[in-house]
Every structure is written in C-alpha cells, then in structure tokens.
C-alpha cells in the first residue's frame, strides 16, 4: 500500500458546532486504488468528517490536501468537480426522477440548452454495465428500485462524475447478503482501475473482507490511522470504546416456558411475503428471528403489530385478538420497526414529544397536553435508558443512531408495553451503543416484558435470545433454544445449505 500515490490527506483537522467540538484533530491518509475503512462509534466524528470532504462542511483548521493541492470544496458540487463523491446511508436520490435523470442529476448533457435525453439514458446504460448491472433500465423511476438497486445508482452517479474517491457510509446496512457480496465485487473492480474508497462501517466482518487499511475515530479524534484491515477485532474495538469485544452481551435469566404464552400468532399468511407462521413468546422471554432479507421476517413483524393485514391466521395477545395497531398498542404491544428515521421518528420534533407519542393520552388535561409532565416523564424515561445527551426538548434528528433508537424504545417503556417488537435493534448503531440496548432488552426482560427480534447479525440473535426461530423464503424452518445452535448452523439453514426438502420447524 505504502508504493501507491496518496489521494487523499488530512492533517489535525478541526471543526466546531455550537457547544461541541466535533473534529479536535483528526487524521486521515487514503491511496489511490484502496480501501480505507473509516470506523468509530456514533458520535465520534466520521459523519462531520465525511461532510467536510463532501464540501457539506467547511473546517476551521488543519490542513487538507487532495492530490497534493490544499482543498477545501465550498459547495457538494464543487466536491464532485474535484473528483470526491460521497453516497450517504440515506441515499440522495429524487424518487420521483428516472435512473438516467438521477445519474446525471445536475450535469445532464444537453445541446443548445436543451437536455439529450437520448443521450443520457445511453451514457447511463454504459456506466450500469460497466458497474455488472445492465439490467436496471435508464427510464425506470427510482421508487420502483430496490435497495440493492438504488445503491448501484448512487456508484453510477458517482462514476459520471468521474470520481476519483468514493466515501460510502454503511453501504451494506440494507442488502442483503448476495447484495453485499456484489457490492464487494464492485468495489474491487473500481480500486483495481485506480479508484480510492473510503468505507464506513461498523461491521467488523465486512471490514476485515474488503478493506485495506483501517482509521478509528474517537470522540473526535484519530486513535489509530492507517491500521491493517486485518488487525484482531479485540484492538479494533478496544481502539472505538476502551473495550475489547464486538457483542457485549448480559448475562441470560432463565424464563418460565410453563406459563400461558403472552403472544399466539396462529397459522399467519400473507401472500407473497410468509406463509404458515405460527409462533409463541412468553412473558420475560426474549425470542429471535434470523433469516435474510427479503426471507419476510419485516413483513412478519409488521403484520403482528397490526400494520399489515393478514390473509389467513391470528395474532392474540394475552387473549386479545389483535386486528390493528391501535388494538396492538391498547393492549400493550409496542414496536421499533427497521427504519427507525421514516417509519418511528419524527425528527423534526423534540426527544420527549417522540417518547411520549405512544401514550400522549396519558398527559391530557381539559382537552390540553401537559407538556411539563410529558417532559419530567420523558426526563425520568431519558435517564433509565442513560440518554445522551439529556436535553429532551432538542430535536430528536439531532442525536446519533443508537441514541435514536433508545427514544424508539423509550416510547413504549412509557406506554407500559408488555410485548416488543424489535426489527434490526442495532442497524447503525456503534458497538458501544450496542451493548447499552442490549441490557435495556435484557432489563425489559426480566420485569416480565416479551420481546420478538429481528436482525440479519447471527452472533446478535444468538446472543439475546433465550428461543431462536429461523426463517427462508417466507417460512419458519427451524426452532431451537439459542444455546443448541451456533452461527454456522444458523447461516447454514437461512442460506439454504443443509435443510432437506419438507423437513418441519
């Protein structure tokens, strides 16, 4: 690595936002044709940092050079002239815009001011076949693509502009896992043509496959620059938090089976997305689903909380039968789906206006909100989940992931709910983060509340759950105490590669 010409450097960078020091010196060197994967817990700067080098932000000092000239891109497109593209978690793309209009959004190719649609569409066809997908058509609109789709948009974007560096932040968090590994093809053929990368991610597993060399940021700073991708996860983690491993898990507190299930879901179908599943939980256990994405496992979720209506089946809760989210949430089901940002939050809103929206009910007084008690209750709410920072009134947009996701799980810790739901608990959410919610489902657990999981990480699955279902192609294959599998078993099973024809859960 150290013989190819450096693209990329950032030298003690610093950058300022009222109140917090977001970079306090940070370093950064990226080769050309490498993989540079940038990691460091929620909060720890990588997202200004990504910023700065997008020309989204600006810096208040350090150096910064771009192919040996100082740099310091005023605008996104700036960024992009130099060379410097950056797709985000939440990819930019105009849903409502075709593919083409979306490749060449901004710089479309036009004669005499008029755009060569023509032209266009066959430029952007070029660039998906250089990228291995010829089959994703110019003229399809974006809402029409999925995940994995769009992704490949954002590359293409990327490469009309003839980028030079590519940041991608958490690209795989929702691709599945042959996805990941096109993507992972992908990325190599643009690094072998000379193309830098830098990668965020906090999948070590992902890292330790793709990268090169490894940046970890903490609390704004640079704590170990130029790592080999392959350095043990215990150092990696050790370098994001002060502790030494990927998955902290509490300890396991036995649940009583014995007792009349808190949860029925009897014989569940949907057409096209799952058919057939019946399952139970009990009160105070913790019971996981493992299965790709795509194997219906969201689709599950959301038809038990009410939000999808079946074609055939039941769902009881504690003899409720559950027809609706709001019978679900009446009767004490709570739920934290997949897409915490469009689907659970409303970011422009307050921490303790999001907190309390499961329960507002409880804080009306003569046709008012109390907005004082709604704030002390979210504040007592806050300080359980250890909230940070505590301030319930700033925007809840304002936090990062894993603080995001305790206002999701707060909401229904407020709402005296007695069964949760939880899609991918931990989907961007850094290692330190993690092991926070971790306990909190734990504690959950051990006042008595049942939780039904979801989530593509196999050791997470493992890890909290007392009972682990696992789930392909819409049905539920496999059932067994947590402690009788392992991940190979697991992987095994969801990936097709050992379980005979018509074999029964």
């Known amino acids: 690595m150290s013989k190819l010409a450096t693209v990329l450097r950032l030298t003690d960078v610093v950058k300022t936002f009222p109140g917090v020091r977001a970079l306090d010196g940070v370093h950064l060197e990226v080769a050309e044709g490498e993989v540079h994967c940038l990691l460091g817990q929620n909060g720890a700067g990588k997202s200004t940092l990504i910023k700065i080098l997008a020309g989204v932000h600006h810096a208040d000092s350090g150096e910064l050079l771009w192919r040996g000239e100082p740099f310091a891109p005023a605008t996104p497109q700036a960024a992009m002239r130099a060379g410097i593209a950056t797709i985000y ?52 609109l974006i809402k029409d693509l999925p995940a994995a789709g769009k ?22 968090a929702v691709l599945a896992h042959d996805e990941v590994e096109n993507l992972f093809r992908i990325i190599r053929e643009l690094t072998a043509n000379g193309i ?52 902290v898990f509490p300890p396991r507190v036995s649940t009583d089976t014995r007792t009349e ?39 599950l979720l959301e ?25 679900a949430v009446r009767h ?23 907190m309390t929206l499961a329960s507002f009910a409880a804080f009306a007084r003569a046709g ?10 979210a504040r007592r709410t806050a300080d359980d989940l250890d909230l940070r920072p505590r301030d319930v009134d700033r925007p809840v947009r304002t936090l990062s992931g894993g603080n995001q996701q305790k206002v999701v799980v707060g909401r229904w810790l407020l709402g005296h709910t007695r069964l949760l739901l939880l899609d991918e608990p931990t989907r961007g959410v850094d290692v330190g983060a993690r092991a926070e919610l971790y306990q909190v489902v734990h504690d959950l657990a ?56 018509g074999e029964a859960a």
């Open 196 to 247: 830098a990368v830098v990668y965020i991610s906090h999948r070590l597993a992902e890292i330790r496959e793709i990268g090169d060399r490894v940046t970890v940021l903490k609390d704004g700073r640079t704590t170990a620059a130029g790592l080999s991708a392959r350095t043990p996860t215990r150092e990696l983690v050790g370098k994001m938090t002060g502790r030494a491993f990927e998955y």
């Open 89 to 140: 978690q939440e990819l930019d793309l105009v849903d409502h815009l075709s593919v083409a209009e979306n490749v060449f959004l901004g710089h479309e190719p036009s004669r005499f001011g008029f755009t060569r649609r023509r032209a266009t569409a066959a430029a952007t066809r070029r660039i998906l076949e250089s990228l291995g997908h010829p089959e994703i058509p110019p003229g399809r």
């Open 151 to 172: 992704q490949i948009v954002s590359m293409a974007r990327a490469l009309s502009h003839d980028a030079k560096l590519i940041v991608m932040d958490e690209p795989s």
């Open 261 to 299: 299930p808190l949860l029925t879901v009897d014989r569940l179908s949907r057409a096209g997305e799952f058919a057939d599943v019946s399952l139970t939980v009990h009160p105070g256990e913790i019971v996981g689903i493992a299965g790709l994405v795509g194997s219906g496992r969201s689709e």
């Open 368 to 377: 008012f909100t109390a907005a004082r008690d709604e704030q002390a209750a």
């Open 446 to 501: 051990a006042d008595g509340v049942g939780v039904l999981l979801v989530s593509s990480e196999v050791p997470e699955v493992l890890g909290l759950a007392d009972r682990v279902l696992v789930m392909r192609e819409g049905r539920l294959i496999r059932e067994a105490p947590a402690g009788d599998l392992d991940e190979d078993t697991v992987l095994d099973l969801v990936m097709a590669g050992s379980l005979m024809e």
């Open 332 to 354: 004490g089901m709570g739920m934290a789906p997949e897409e915490r940002k469009s689907q659970a939050l409303l970011l422009d809103e307050p921490v303790f206006k999001n």
């Open 303 to 327: 038809t038990i909380f009410g939000a999808r209506r079946p074609d055939t089946g039941t769902v009881t809760l504690d003899g409720h039968r559950i027809t609706g989210v709001g019978t």
